[in-house]
């Protein structure tokens, strides 16, 4: 596989490709000693202006947000019983929250940066309430998050959402109480970790909450954040595992029988490992025949040969869940809108806007008219099944409608789009 160069520059406002910078970490508590800021992260494509439908969809969750900064699961289908439904909770406010910064706010810039901040408060307080050994977060047991995506989704969620307001804090203060937090709830996640590489926990799909954890993982891995390399290669090695078995999109381990579920799991967890180990290969191939040792040198050569298999898994599975984007049960899910379908469809989103071409086209026009035509007259999106709270649903479905603005390394998107894009770097955010 060959490796293409990326060449940084530093004065002009996008991508030459039309990409946007939407992140730069600065140093603090959670980042590796001796680490270096690894400069940015891109948006997967060319970023679409927010149509009237998302800013709806992003005006009810800022009216709806708590005095607190949290979010509760908001008003649930009449089946389900609204467990929970008016407490505030980390799961859906981190998961709001997501929401409002991939609109392009910040935490010190955007429309919505006050709510962004107050919902930061919210889910700090939280992590800096939680004990330093068991992975939970949360002081509010019994979401209906937690009990569809098992009962550590608020801290794989809050960790996503930590890692991408690292660096935008208004303030030192408010930076290294961040830092603080993230670097906490790392911990905590890689100390829990299982042998087979997931965090298991419950719930009825979990696999689609291993996903979330990968991303958070991987992502503070490329904003040059303490994730060890065995974590990330055992998460890893459990989507290549099903990928060998044929297990792609067979409804597999956690994935409640749901083929829609296990390719979203699998396809997420490839992606963002590929991501980071495109980000990380020209070092490590240096590293494999400058390394002052033999056995750091041989550690270099074991970490290409892993990035190859998964390079060639990752394959494997984005053809496999392509393959079937076309048959509408599987894009149902389990047969009807929930939170688990739009969790689903974003982590689909996050890998076919990073390949491009028509495949990325045709999904995202189909994404677009449904998620359309469904929305709510007061611009909420709800499910019909499990995850039914307007918070979490009105979230992801605006994840879904905004993927064009997830966040990449630049040197994972130029092997994807197989160019050499010199990366151009804005001032703070200018996705508006």
Same mark, same amino acid.
């Not at 590929?274 to 494999?288: D, F």
């Given at each position: 596989?060959?490796?293409? *160069?990326?060449?940084?520059?530093?004065?002009?406002?996008?991508?030459?490709?039309?990409?946007?910078?939407?992140?730069?970490?600065?140093?603090?508590?959670?980042m590796?000693?001796g680490?270096?800021?690894?400069?940015?992260?891109?948006?997967a494509? /060319?970023? &679409?202006?927010?149509?009237?439908?998302?800013?709806?969809?992003?005006?009810?969750?800022?009216?709806h947000?708590h005095?607190?900064?949290?979010?509760?699961?908001?008003?649930?289908?009449? *089946?389900?019983?609204?467990?929970?439904?008016?407490?505030?909770?980390?799961?859906?406010?981190?998961?709001?929250?997501?929401?409002?910064?991939?609109?392009?706010s910040?935490?010190?810039?955007?429309?919505?940066?006050?709510?962004?901040?107050?919902?930061?408060?919210?889910?700090?307080?939280?992590?800096?309430?939680s %004990?330093?050994?068991?992975?939970?977060?949360?002081? #509010?047991?019994? *979401?209906?998050?937690?009990? &569809?995506?098992?009962?550590?989704?608020?801290?794989?969620?809050?960790?996503?959402?930590?890692?991408?307001?690292?660096?935008?804090?208004?303030?030192?203060?408010?930076?290294?109480?961040?830092?603080?937090?993230?670097?906490?709830?790392?911990?905590?996640?890689?100390e829990?970790?299982?042998?087979?590489?997931?965090?298991?926990?419950?719930?009825?799909?979990?696999?689609?909450?291993?996903?979330?954890?990968?991303?958070?993982?991987?992502?503070?891995?490329?904003?040059?954040?303490?994730?060890?390399?065995d #974590?990330?290669?055992?998460?890893?090695?459990?989507?290549?595992?099903?990928?060998?078995?044929?297990?792609?999109?067979?409804?597999?381990?956690?994935?409640?029988? /749901?083929?829609?579920?296990?390719?979203?799991k699998?396809?997420?967890?490839?992606? %963002?490992?590929?991501?980071?180990?495109?980000?990380?290969?020209?070092?490590v191939?240096?590293?494999? #025949?400058?390394?002052?040792?033999?056995?750091?040198?041989?550690?270099?050569?074991?970490?290409?040969?892993?990035?190859?298999?998964?390079? /060639?898994?990752?394959?494997?599975?984005q053809?496999?869940?392509?393959?079937?984007?076309?048959?509408?049960?599987? #894009?149902?899910?389990?047969?009807?809108?929930g939170?688990?379908?739009?969790?689903?469809?974003?982590?689909?989103?996050?890998?076919?806007?990073?390949?491009?071409?028509?495949?990325?086209?045709?999904?995202?026009? &189909?994404?677009?008219?449904?998620?359309?035509?469904?929305?709510?007259? %007061?611009?909420?999106?709800?499910?019909?099944?499990?995850?039914?709270?307007?918070?979490?649903?009105?979230?992801?479905?605006?994840?879904?409608?905004?993927? %064009?603005?997830?966040?990449?390394?630049?040197?994972?998107?130029?092997?994807?789009?197989?160019?050499?894009a010199?990366?151009?770097?804005?001032?703070?955010?200018?996705?508006?």
């Amino acid at each position: 596989m060959t490796t293409r *160069t990326l060449t940084l520059w530093a004065t002009a406002a996008t991508l030459a490709t039309g990409v946007t910078l939407i992140a730069k970490p600065l140093p603090g508590k959670a980042m590796t000693k001796g680490a270096t800021d690894r400069s940015c992260w891109v948006t997967a494509g /060319v970023p &679409k202006p927010l149509s009237e439908n998302v800013r709806r969809g992003l005006q009810w969750l800022v009216e709806h947000q708590h005095d607190d900064g949290g979010w509760s699961q908001g008003e649930e289908s009449q *089946t389900m019983g609204g467990i929970r439904a008016a407490k505030p909770n980390v799961g859906d406010t981190a998961a709001a929250t997501l929401a409002l910064i991939r609109s392009g706010s910040t935490p010190s810039a955007g429309p919505y940066a006050d709510s962004i901040r107050k919902a930061l408060g919210f889910i700090m307080k939280g992590v800096e309430a939680s %004990d330093h050994k068991s992975i939970l977060v949360s002081g #509010v047991r019994g *979401t209906r998050l937690q009990a &569809k995506l098992g009962p550590n989704i608020d801290t794989f969620l809050a960790s996503l959402v930590l890692t991408e307001s690292a660096g935008h804090m208004p303030s030192q203060e408010s930076e290294n109480r961040l830092a603080a937090a993230l670097d906490k709830i790392l911990y905590k996640i890689q100390e829990n970790q299982q042998a087979n590489g997931l965090w298991g926990g419950g719930g009825w799909a979990p696999a689609l909450a291993n996903a979330v954890a990968a991303k958070s993982l991987n992502r503070a891995k490329q904003s040059g954040l303490n994730v060890r390399d065995d #974590v990330l290669a055992k998460v890893e090695r459990n989507a290549l595992a099903e990928v060998r078995a044929g297990r792609v999109v067979s409804g597999g381990a956690g994935a409640a029988g /749901v083929a829609l579920y296990a390719g979203a799991k699998n396809l997420g967890i490839l992606q %963002d490992s590929v991501n980071s180990n495109r980000e990380r290969r020209v070092e490590v191939a240096q590293l494999s #025949v400058s390394a002052p040792t033999q056995e750091l040198r041989d550690q270099a050569w074991s970490d290409l040969r892993r990035f190859d298999e998964a390079e /060639v898994a990752f394959v494997v599975a984005q053809d496999a869940v392509i393959a079937r984007l076309d048959d509408p049960q599987f #894009v149902a899910g389990f047969g009807s809108n929930g939170g688990e379908e739009f969790l689903s469809h974003s982590n689909i989103g996050e890998s076919l806007v990073v390949k491009g071409g028509e495949a990325w086209k045709k999904w995202d026009a &189909k994404m677009t008219r449904n998620l359309n035509r469904i929305q709510n007259a %007061d611009g909420t999106w709800t499910g019909h099944h499990c995850i039914t709270g307007r918070t979490f649903c009105t979230s992801s479905a605006l994840m879904v409608l905004m993927v %064009d603005r997830t966040p990449v390394p630049p040197e994972a998107l130029a092997v994807a789009r197989s160019v050499d894009a010199p990366v151009t770097i804005p001032g703070d955010n200018e996705l508006q």
